[in-house]
């Protein structure tokens, strides 16, 4: 697989894989963000991820000599076997109605029933690429491609926070109230993301995770635990 | 040392006043954006010329300014933008000066006359909330997003003489953000654009559009381009941004950590402080390091 580099200055460079969304890309990246905290720690100040790129900050000064021996050394990391600790979460969703405004719009759109709709999205398993957009906010790879849709042309001026929706080839959780243009489909009643929480998150880059459909008493239900502290979210 | 906690109270809120230190550069591998103050040059300052610790927490304020009243007594520092401060309605304060507050003297920021932010420090730093290592306030991360009318800023008000840094009566220009001069590496998606439009975006002047928030400024001219979009990749503040409709947007300290715009330019740290102290309207013109 080819591996570029882009030096911005030298002490932020990017370092880019073929541009497509794939867990290989996703498992490379995660092999070469441990090795440079193990190989090179104190030099860094911060590694950050897209699909395909991931760029680091320095608080040291970086060549171009440099940034080559470094793709030497991560093309050399493929023979390693790679640590398969990731989990799968069961994410609950309650769909429809109150919970998600635009998934009779959806179901239209699409000419689908809104059950067909429910059915594809918590049939997938996702794969959580990289957090961005809004603090908490995980960019998942995985969608049925049945459910592809291009975002709203106008954003909405308000999305509530545990929304789950659906824009561009992807779906997400909105981890706070923020505009979006996505569509909402349902809704989650826990809190993935509370940054004075240890640690703010519980998913971590390389997790999977499932939707389960629930309907409203279990809606109800689950949010008083989860407000009350005691809900733990189940994954294997 | 005596040191009792003392409020700064609004009666005037101000358009969007926070409270900034360096930024909280911890989370931003779960999407928290750094935050921190506008203009960092000028945040050193304030915190300088009151010998404080460096990252202290300060006022950040933009137009339309705050008016405050101070519960007990304390030293404050002005700097960055230019604007008219009354102090009691009378003496105008010079920003560089070490300004001795007296118990409910009354702080007011009238009209800015030249730059977009204007820092105030107070002796020892604003004593608010710290959230994952910063005091930068970013809404729904903080409980304050910004000041509201009757609010509180808590502050340590201390007794003690005070020993200023420097021994002349400092003196804090603001030249220094005058140059349109806007220095920027070159981004990872530039080489993706062609000669002519490299050209173009080189030899311009632009001028900052009305769109100017703590996330991004954008630029009133347009570059029409064919680039197209890019996977989601990481952005940081100083990243400029080329959308696909032509507008530029120039990420500032309030980014989100990954964007899907191609980036065309990484802008160099002290000329972000540079660019941020522009108003809607002034020129810049990139040079490419």
């Known amino acids: 697989m080819e591996i570029k580099y882009f030096l911005i200055h030298d002490k932020l460079v990017e370092f880019s894989w073929p541009p497509i969304i794939s867990e290989d890309i996703l498992e490379k990246l995660n092999q070469v963000t441990v090795y440079l905290q193990n190989a090179y720690g104190e030099g860094i100040k911060e590694i950050r991820k897209g699909y395909h790129t991931l760029s680091l900050r320095l608080h040291v000064s970086i060549s171009e000599q440099d940034c080559r021996d470094l793709v030497e050394e991560f093309k050399m990391l493929d023979a390693r076997s790679l640590d398969h600790s990731a989990k799968t979460w069961h994410i609950p969703v309650a769909y429809g109605k109150a919970f998600g405004k635009d998934l009779s719009l959806l179901a239209k759109i699409h000419d689908l029933a809104e059950e067909e709709i429910i059915k594809r999205h918590s049939a997938g398993i996702y794969v959580l690429h990289f957090y961005g957009f809004l603090p908490g906010f995980m960019y998942l790879g995985g969608l049925d491609p049945v459910l592809f849709t291009p975002r709203k042309s106008k954003p909405d001026r308000q999305m509530s926070k545990g929304s789950v929706a659906i824009g561009g080839h992807q779906t997400g959780i909105y981890p706070m109230e923020s505009p979006g243009g996505w569509y909402a489909i349902g809704k989650c009643p826990i809190t993935l993301f509370d940054i004075k929480r240890e640690p703010a998150v519980q998913l971590q880059v390389g997790d999977r995770i499932r939707f389960e459909p629930i309907d409203a008493d279990s809606f109800e239900a689950i949010y008083q635990l989860a407000v009350q502290g005691k809900y733990d979210l189940r994954h294997d | ?289």
Request: proline share 6%; with cysteine; charged share 25%.
């Open chain 2, 1 to 289: 040392m005596i040191k009792i906690p003392s409020y700064i109270h609004f009666t005037r809120p101000g358009m969007l006043t926070t409270v900034q230190d360096l930024g909280r550069f911890d989370m931003a591998g779960y999407g928290v954006p750094y935050s921190g103050a506008m203009d960092r040059y000028s945040l050193a300052q304030v915190n300088f010329l009151l010998s404080n610790p460096k990252g202290a927490a300060v006022l950040e304020m933009t137009n339309l300014g705050p008016e405050m009243v101070f519960e007990r007594s304390t030293r404050v520092v002005f700097a960055g933008a230019e604007a008219e401060i009354l102090l009691n309605n009378k003496r105008i304060v010079k920003n560089g000066q070490v300004i001795e507050i007296q118990e409910d003297d009354c702080l007011s920021i009238e009209k800015f006359r030249k730059g977009q932010w204007l820092y105030m420090g107070v002796q020892g730093g604003f004593e608010t909330e710290e959230v994952a290592g910063s005091k930068s306030w970013y809404p729904q991360i903080t409980e304050r997003g910004y000041i509201q009318k009757n609010d509180t800023l808590c502050y340590l008000s201390e007794e003690e003489r005070f020993y200023p840094p420097v021994e002349t009566k400092a003196k804090v220009r603001s030249d220094w953000y005058r140059t349109a001069q806007i220095k920027a590496y070159p981004g990872p998606e530039w080489d993706m654009l062609p000669t002519l439009l490299k050209n173009r975006i080189t030899k311009k002047t632009f001028s900052v559009s009305d769109l100017v928030s703590r996330m991004a400024y954008q630029l009133t001219e347009e570059i029409p381009n064919e680039l197209p979009g890019i996977l989601t990749s990481p952005v940081y503040p100083g990243t400029v941004q080329l959308t696909p409709s032509g507008k530029l947007l120039l990420l500032m300290r309030d980014a989100q950590v990954t964007g899907g715009y191609p980036r065309i330019l990484q802008i160099d740290n002290i000329s972000l402080n540079i660019l941020c102290q522009k108003r809607p309207g002034e020129k810049i013109k990139f040079s490419i390091l």
